[in-house]
Nanobody
Framework: QVQLVESGGGLVQPGGSLRLSCAAS????????MGWYRRAPGKQRELVAR???????NCADSVKGRFTISRDNARNTVYLQMNSLKSEDTAVYYC?????????WGQGTQVTVSS
């Protein structure tokens, strides 16, 4: 079992930056692939970025060059650095931990990009 708690969301102007954090507890963090997903109003949840146990990453085309995912296994935390934010980045962002058939989700944090 893994418990995930996201933080760092909020209101930001277009072009601004935010850093999301997801603190994990309850299991061996380093053995899980970690990801950030988002759900915008009226849309399906989509993958934003993912980091594997070996540190390799992938991200959605829509955020390439703007968002960076990283993990700190010593702190049991995964981060999402979001730069050059756009209004279309407005969504609830969810942290995910995955290992084989196991899948855990956080409660989500709201990111609103608006002037």
């Amino acid at each position: 079992q893994v418990q995930l708690v996201e933080s760092g969301g909020g209101l930001v102007q277009p072009g601004g930056s935010l850093r999301l954090s997801c603190a994990a507890s309850g299991s061996i963090f380093s053995t899980y692939a970690m990801g950030w997903y988002r759900r915008a109003p009226g849309k399906q949840r989509e993958l934003v970025a993912r980091i594997a146990t070996d540190g390799s990453t992938n991200c959605a085309d829509s955020v390439k060059g703007r968002f960076t995912i990283s993990r700190d296994n010593a702190r049991n935390t995964v981060y999402l650095q979001m730069n050059s934010l756009k209004s279309e980045d407005t969504a609830v962002y969810y942290c995910n931990a995955q290992r084989t058939f196991l899948n855990f989700w956080g409660q989500g944090t709201q990111v609103t990009v608006s002037s």
